[in-house]
């Protein structure tokens, strides 16, 4: 948050430091993003891609507060479902990009997302203009083109529906 407490839209990488002593420090680099910046969010979903050799972060879905010029005193604390895009990062750079996927067209928020080489897979969510928890997974390929990258997306059908979950790796090729 700023110190007028409103949500940062600065990107802020966290990473764990091996020091001299046997200890591990975590140190945080701000970054500032170009081109496409995200609205400032929450419940949404950060994941690292790997494709042809280079490394990205998707970011989809999540809440944001309605923006200052559009509040009222009523409803100077509402928020909304974000815009259904989904954002693609290079960290080297801090180059953002925003991609309207057609079989997407909730800004999901509380999903529970996974990532695996290439392909991140949104799970569930919750959307509050319909107030329905999502039964779909999305599978988001990315491919990592020179110049261009390309997304797609498949939707698999699932009967589960899923909102504010943890998943963690167990092992390569397993999530619990």
Known sequence: KTPNNELSQKLYIISIVPSANKKSLLCCIEKDLVGD????????????????????????GGRSYIPLNQRTTEKWNSVTDCQPFVYLIDLQFGC?????????QDGLCFHISV????TVYIIGGHTLESNIRSPNIYKIKVDLLL????????VLQSRLSVSSA??????PDEFL
Do not use: Q, W
């Open 115 to 118: 990532s695996r080489n290439d």
């Open 166 to 171: 943890i998943v963690t790796h167990t092992c």
């Open 147 to 154: 110049g261009s990258p390309a997304i797609t997306c498949t």
């Open 37 to 60: 910046i995200p609205e400032a969010r929450y419940g949404h979903s950060m994941n690292v891609v790997h494709s042809r050799g280079k490394t990205a972060v998707v970011l989809f």
């Open 96 to 104: 953002s990009t925003a991609y309207t996927i057609k079989e997407i």
